[in-house]
Antibody
Framework: QVQLQESGPGLVKPSQSLSLTCTVS??????????WSWIRQPPGKGLEWIGY???????YYNPSLKSRVAISVDTSKNHFSLKLSSVTAADTAVYYC???????????WGQGTMVTVSS | EIVMTQSPATLSVSPGERATLSCRAS??????LAWYQQKPGQAPRLLIY???TRATGIPARFSGSGSGTEFTLTISSLQSEDFAVYYC??????????FGQGTKVEIK
């Protein structure tokens, strides 16, 4: 079955960039059936959708983060990546990657990775 | 952007009792509404999609209903493993996908 796994640094300094990768196993990221998203959750708070990428490379970002977010895909490695620039303490959160079928809900999630922004 | 509002924020229920959680959308989302369960230290898990369809492997004690702007998640007889936080999410008008703020179901 399809599984997602996030990876990346757990600690990022303020004003720097946060970079995470989500590796897809058990299935192809090149499927036209799915959108691949990043979602985050600050400690003790709710879920915030960050953005998605489609296998073709098309993206859409949450307007609240749009100026700082970039999501890319590497179909040869079957993974997609998140870059969030100019981070502050408010970006401290567990970051999840997730899959959604076209017109559907997030049916598969990674386990999440905690990223702390601190000097 | 569609705003999702859940109530109550916290629900105290005894094991074996029924729990009813509500979710309201700021505008119609048709039946494009999902419910997720999240336990401490874990990723959210899809419970219900299309307002009332249980995801694979979800027990029948979980049921969803509603359409338009008003939705309900019912857990018919709470088991110990059901105490968690539940989120609703709309996928009718996307992007962006939007979530409710969550309802914590705790042991009474």
């Amino acid at each position: 079955q399809v599984q997602l796994q996030e990876s990346g640094p757990g600690l990022v300094k303020p004003s720097q960039s946060l970079s995470l990768t989500c590796t897809v196993s058990g299935g192809s990221i090149s499927s036209s059936d799915y959108y691949w998203s990043w979602i985050r959750q600050p400690p003790g708070k709710g879920l915030e959708w960050i953005g998605y990428i489609y296998y073709s490379g098309s993206t859409y970002y949450n307007p609240s983060l749009k100026s700082r977010v970039a999501i890319s895909v590497d179909t040869s490695k079957n993974h997609f990546s998140l870059k969030l620039s100019s981070v502050t303490a408010a970006d401290t959160a567990v970051y999840y990657c997730a899959r959604a079928p076209q017109g559907g809900a997030f049916d598969i999630w990674g386990q999440g990775t905690m990223v702390t922004v601190s000097s | 952007e569609i705003v999702m509002t859940q109530s109550p924020a916290t629900l105290s229920v005894s094991p074996g009792e029924r729990a009813t959680l509500s979710c309201r959308a700021s505008q119609s989302v048709s039946s494009n509404l999902a419910w997720y369960q999240q336990k401490p230290g874990q990723a959210p898990r899809l419970l219900i999609y299309a307002s009332s369809t249980r995801a694979t492997g979800i027990p029948a004690r979980f049921s969803g209903s509603g359409s338009g702007t008003e939705f309900t998640l019912t857990i018919s007889s709470l088991q110990s493993e059901d105490f968690a936080v539940y989120y609703c999410q709309q996928y009718n008008n996307w992007p962006p996908w939007t979530f409710g703020q969550g309802t914590k179901v705790e042991i009474k």
